[in-house]
């Protein structure tokens, strides 16, 4: 087992078990064919210790430590199966860039009532490219929780796209769940905590784990971005050597993306989902381990106390209606089904290195 004296900092954590993350990044690759990055693997990680998801933390005296096999059982059963990887050029994820270009437009135009200023910060006025990306953020975890279930159940789930002027209070995230559902998306790896405001039936957690700069990503890859170093290099380097230097370090920089040929792929981790009926809100000022202060009203659930597994995803889908239901017998194809569970059962037993 490995000491973790210091769950507060990731840096110490990291230092710590570089060694076993880097054996397990290696594995992963090997075994399931995800390319994770230290970065990445790492986080997740210390979010599992933070929370203590699988058991993987053992506590001996005051110190505490991390046990390698509880956290390979958790990789094996938990993180891989739950794991989505699709690319930009996803249509999908075209829709998404589309769709917050528009939506960011229209709030700097007032075609909208969602506000351009931070919330909690309300001084604080948010640039164009800011927003951007936050929506693309916020509304990608919707799109990988719709791949997710499709590619487990015969189902279709239905995401919203529609703009609104105005800022509906309980806006259902899947417009053809019977129940309102929250998903909140997270870029932070490393946190522990799923949300929902108070209101919603449902609340789901994804974590996204998203290339810098993703929206300057997709104008390098379709070809966007050369076109404008191009425009560029017409305009300036006849008369500016000091430009034309700038422009051919930036050409050196995308030389390894050929045009329209989409390298960058986007990570989703499902996490799981919650019945805000089955907890109490957390009140305004409380606070929590690695959160801090609770700024405002609502469901606040440990990521280790989710609803993860294929059985809760089928009864999520049938309590929201979307898997249908017929005197008690589930109307999908039992054959496929069970065809899923033992692919997901093959795919994810790995003999640890340990028992040969």
Not at 125 to 146: A, Y
């Amino acid at each position: 087992m490995i000491s973790i004296d210091n769950l507060n900092s990731p840096k110490r954590f990291k230092e710590k078990t570089s060694t076993l993350i880097l054996q397990l990044l290696e594995e992963i690759r090997n075994k399931y064919h995800i390319e994770f990055n230290m970065e990445e693997l790492g986080d997740l990680i210390l979010s599992t210790c933070r929370s203590n998801d699988f058991y993987v933390v053992k506590t001996i005296g005051r110190k505490k430590f991390l046990d390698p096999e509880m956290l390979i059982n958790w990789i094996e059963k938990k993180l891989i199966p739950n794991t989505l990887v699709i690319n930009l050029d996803d249509p999908e994820v075209i829709k998404l860039l589309i769709f917050c270009l528009e939506i960011t437009f229209r709030m700097f135009e007032g075609g909208t009532k969602a506000t351009i200023t931070q919330k909690g910060f309300r001084e604080r006025r948010r640039t164009f490219e800011t927003i951007l990306v936050d929506q693309f953020i916020g509304k990608l975890g919707e799109i990988m929780i719709k791949k997710f279930l499709e590619r487990l159940f015969p189902v279709n789930i239905e995401l919203d796209w529609e703009i609104s002027k105005e800022i509906e209070k309980y806006k259902n995230d899947i417009i053809n769940a019977e129940k309102y559902v929250s998903i909140k998306t997270s870029p932070a790896l490393s946190g522990i905590w799923a949300e929902a405001d108070i209101g919603y039936d449902y609340g789901i957690m994804v974590k996204c784990s998203i290339p810098s700069g993703p929206i300057l990503q997709f104008f390098i890859e379709v070809c966007g971005f050369s076109r404008l170093l191009d425009f560029a290099y017409e305009r300036l380097t006849s008369y500016n050597d000091l430009f034309k230097f700038y422009l051919d370090n930036l050409k050196e920089r995308i030389k390894s993306y050929k045009c329209g040929e989409i390298k960058t792929s986007l990570k989703g981790i499902i996490c799981g989902y919650f019945k805000t009926s089955d907890y109490e809100p957390v009140e305004e000022g409380e606070n929590l381990p690695y959160l801090g202060k609770v700024r405002e009203r609502r469901y606040i659930v440990s990521i280790k106390d989710l609803k993860w597994t294929i059985d809760d995803g089928r009864d999520f889908l049938e309590d929201n209606k979307i898997l249908k239901l017929k005197g008690g017998i589930n109307m999908t194809n039992k054959v496929e089904e069970d065809k899923i569970k033992i692919i997901l059962e093959c795919a994810i037993y790995t003999p640890s290195a340990r028992n040969g």
